[in-house]
């Protein structure tokens, strides 16, 4: 949204400001300037994760992954969802709570995980959220034949790592994966360094 928009540029404009103060010795100053990144990378998501007084400008992002989820399930498909960010995972789990899409979930506190798996293999629910960390290694999820990938990951390997659940022996039909990037933002950034 427009309003979404004016609050990133306004905070590109005072962490780069920040950055190229730091830049001069990256490697004493290599996580603030990661910080500084992420908050934009954050920001760019949802501006409710960078200050909750935000909470009411919304997210494009997650309005976008709810609508495609709401097609998809109403089609028989089944989805994961992957994010680095376990905060913005936890107001797309609100989402899909209003929406009425059942859903499990999986980060890297997660005690019962093979429970959390079986449900999802079973059938229980539809769409599985997943934090990239958590669901990049060591699942086989061949049930899903939708993948999303909220946020652009510096390395490509884990997001194709993590796509990778659904892309196993097994799979039957052709799978969809999504890549979420908003447009004018860091994501583009990285999706650039992606290619390069």
Request: hydrophobic share 40%; proline share 4%; no cysteine.
């Amino acid at each position: 949204s427009p309003r979404h928009a004016r609050i990133y540029q306004t905070q590109l404009q005072r962490q780069r400001q920040k950055v190229l103060g730091l830049v001069g010795d990256v490697q004493r100053h290599r996580f603030e300037i990661f910080k500084s990144l992420t908050l934009l990378r954050q920001l760019s998501l949802d501006p409710a994760l960078v200050d909750p007084a935000h909470a009411a400008i919304g997210s494009a992002k997650l309005d976008r992954l709810e609508s495609d989820l709401l097609q998809v399930v109403a089609e028989g498909h089944r989805a994961l969802v992957f994010s680095q960010f376990t905060r913005y995972l936890s107001r797309v789990r609100t989402r899909l709570d209003a929406a009425g899409i059942g859903h499990v979930y999986l980060d890297g506190r997660t005690r019962k995980r093979a429970e959390v798996v079986e449900a999802f293999r079973r059938g229980d629910v539809p769409v599985f959220v997943i934090s990239l960390k958590a669901g990049g290694f060591g699942l086989n999820l061949t049930v899903a034949d939708y993948v999303v990938i909220a946020d652009p990951w510096w390395n490509p390997a884990a997001e194709d790592q993590a796509s990778g659940r659904a892309h196993r022996i097994g799979q039957q039909r052709p799978v969809t994966v999504y890549r979420l990037v908003n447009q004018g933002t860091l994501e583009e950034k990285i999706l650039t360094l992606h290619r390069d």
